[in-house]
């Protein structure tokens, strides 16, 4: 399986002022697998410590301070020495042991020539209370499901073309037709003037049943896995609904001082709030007569987690755009768009067979923001008022972009086309299952795309 993060804890290793490194990120997104491949493939050895599973780990970081002492425990332990560049030394589910969370500032400052990751269930909701892990000591990753570009090719199915006309011509007997989708290049925004009409809608279309099969599958490892090995939706329908038991449990399990019931109530909401015409999160659908004091902790719990993705509206479209978020107006998606297909309850079919209903604008927009997360420096946002609203709304440096999502072909888009009539933005995006294609002022890409935004402005 190939993770793109694996170039950033790549670049971690190369850097000159590299800090332990804290992976953060939601449970069962990859987070274990993604240590040990980096230490399999870029180090001579690794070592690796799970505080979850050998309780007797604790109390070595609960006597010691300091990281020479540690690390001789540590290879008395694993029966081998540690050397600094060269082993790296892993520390999963490290939530499990906040004393060797905080250890990790007397790595940076002491024996900061070892190098140290740590992973761990739910740590954002640790690393977001004060005083509870080394601020300024670590470099801090986020990781998330499989995106698009990473599912396909996982799944081998179609991913980015760049075909030449020679490889065109060896294609028409239609048998080496596989190997030509199948190429490792980016698919170029111009693509459809570069290569014959036919070939073209063909990729196109195949990109289309991969972005249809991804919305039913979504990035979840052990999901995507499942698809690969068995190709029975049966199966992949069982282990979303087993993670979001999972994630339930751990409601109670981890919640601290934030009341369980209500993190529950929230997360449960969640389908009910996209389902609205506005989509935006009201505390009253949570539970009548819900106000923010009832539910705030509960939210914030949810998205340091990293289960929820919180979009702000924004009062202007204007550089910053942090400067302008109205903090009581916001939407809530989901981090995996596979498990909120799954907790909304829509049938395979309905995706498939080109069918509309009713979630498929909530739908798309998840698969957009799922795929935008961590392009730009600056989290999206979302535009709305009395008389219109934009779906996301992204900076890019100090230019304003505005984005529209779209779950089929349609183009009705009236306060987005308005926006863009009066503005004159550089770029303005639209989301489509259309096929690359300049309308005007405003530019559709087809949602198979969403991974490569920030490439192709």
């Not at 004393?99 to 400052?109: G, I, Q, S, V």
């Not at 999160?281 to 705030?296: H, I, L, P, S, T």
């Not at 309850?345 to 080109?354: E, V």
């Not at 739908?363 to 989290?379: D, I, K, M, P, S």
């Given at each position: ?6 170039q ?6 190369n ?12 449970r069962?997104v990859?987070?274990t697998?993604l ?5 399999k493939?870029?180090?001579?050895s690794?070592?690796?410590f799970?505080?979850?599973?050998e309780?007797e780990?604790k109390s070595?970081f ?7 002492r540690?690390?001789?425990?540590l290879?008395?332990i694993?029966g ?8 790296l ?6 939530q499990e042991c906040?004393e060797a969370l905080n ?18 269930s739910?740590l954002?909701?640790l690393?977001?209370?004060p005083?509870?892990y080394p601020?300024g000591?670590?470099?801090l990753l986020d990781?998330?499901p499989?995106n698009f570009?990473?599912?396909?090719q996982?799944v ?5 073309v760049s ?5 065109y ?10 190997q030509?989708?199948r190429?490792?290049?980016?698919l170029?925004?111009?693509?459809p003037r570069?290569v014959?009409?036919e070939?073209?809608a063909?990729?196109?279309?195949r990109l289309l049943?991969?972005?249809n099969?991804y919305l039913?599958i ?8 499942s698809w690969v ?12 609904r ?5 994630y ?12 369980s019931?209500?993190i ?5 909401s969640?389908v009910?709030q996209?389902a609205k015409?506005n989509?935006k ?5 949570v539970?009548e007569g819900?106000?923010?004091?009832d539910f705030?902790e ?5 998205v340091?987690?990293?289960m929820?993705?919180r979009v702000y509206n ?5 550089h910053?755009?942090?400067?302008f ?5 916001f939407k809530l998606?989901v981090f ?14 309905a995706?498939?067979l080109?069918?509309d ?10 698969y957009?923001?799922q795929?935008l997360?961590g392009?730009?420096e600056?989290?999206?946002r979302?535009y709305?008022?009395k008389?219109?609203e934009i ?7 100090t230019e ?5 999502a779209?779950?089929g072909?349609?183009?009705s888009a009236p306060?987005?086309?308005r926006?863009?009539a009066d503005?004159?933005?550089k770029?303005a ?11 005007g002022e405003i ?5 198979y795309l ?7 402005l």
């Amino acid at each position: 399986m190939k993770r793109n993060a694996i170039q950033d804890l790549i670049s971690w290793k190369n850097d000159e002022e590299r800090k332990p490194l804290v992976l953060k990120g939601a449970r069962q997104v990859g987070k274990t697998w993604l240590m040990k491949e980096f230490g399999k493939n870029y180090y001579k050895s690794f070592v690796y410590f799970n505080f979850d599973e050998e309780d007797e780990l604790k109390s070595i970081f609960e006597a010691n301070k300091n990281p020479q002492r540690i690390l001789e425990l540590l290879s008395l332990i694993c029966g081998e020495k540690i050397l600094p560049g060269e082993t790296l030394i892993i520390f999963d589910e490290i939530q499990e042991c906040p004393e060797a969370l905080n250890t990790l500032k007397y790595f940076k400052e002491k024996a900061n020539e070892y190098h140290v990751i740590a992973a761990g269930s739910l740590l954002g909701t640790l690393l977001a209370k004060p005083k509870s892990y080394p601020v300024g000591m670590v470099n801090l990753l986020d990781i998330y499901p499989l995106n698009f570009e990473e599912f396909s090719q996982r799944v081998n199915q179609v991913i980015y073309v760049s075909a030449t006309p020679g490889e065109y011509e060896r294609s028409r007997s239609g048998q080496i037709v596989e190997q030509v989708i199948r190429p490792t290049g980016l698919l170029d925004p111009v693509f459809p003037r570069l290569v014959p009409e036919e070939l073209s809608a063909l990729f196109h279309n195949r990109l289309l049943e991969a972005y249809n099969n991804y919305l039913i599958i979504g990035g979840m490892p052990e999901c995507v896995a499942s698809w690969v090995n068995h190709k029975d939706p049966a199966r992949i329908s069982q282990i979303q609904r087993e993670l979001i038991e999972v994630y339930e449990n751990d409601f109670s399990k981890h919640n601290g001082k934030v009341n369980s019931g209500r993190i529950l109530m929230v997360f449960r909401s969640i389908v009910a709030q996209l389902a609205k015409p506005n989509e935006k999160f009201m505390y009253g659908a949570v539970r009548e007569g819900g106000r923010a004091r009832d539910f705030e902790e509960a939210i914030e719990w949810l998205v340091s987690a990293g289960m929820l993705n919180r979009v702000y509206n924004v009062s202007k479209m204007e550089h910053p755009l942090s400067a302008f978020d109205k903090l009581d107006q916001f939407k809530l998606f989901v981090f995996d768009t596979g498990l909120l297909k799954h907790m909304a309850g829509i049938d395979n079919s309905a995706i498939l067979l080109k069918a509309d209903y009713q979630f498929k604008g909530p739908l798309t927009e998840n698969y957009v923001l799922q795929q935008l997360r961590g392009q730009f420096e600056v989290a999206p946002r979302y535009y709305s008022d009395k008389n219109s609203e934009i779906d996301f709304v992204l900076q890019h440096g100090t230019e304003i972009i505005p984005v529209e999502a779209k779950g089929g072909e349609d183009k009705s888009a009236p306060s987005f086309k308005r926006y863009v009539a009066d503005h004159h933005p550089k770029h303005a995006l639209r989301f489509s299952k259309r096929g690359y294609r300049k309308d005007g002022e405003i530019t559709n890409l087809p949602l198979y795309l969403a991974r490569k935004t920030k490439e192709l402005l």
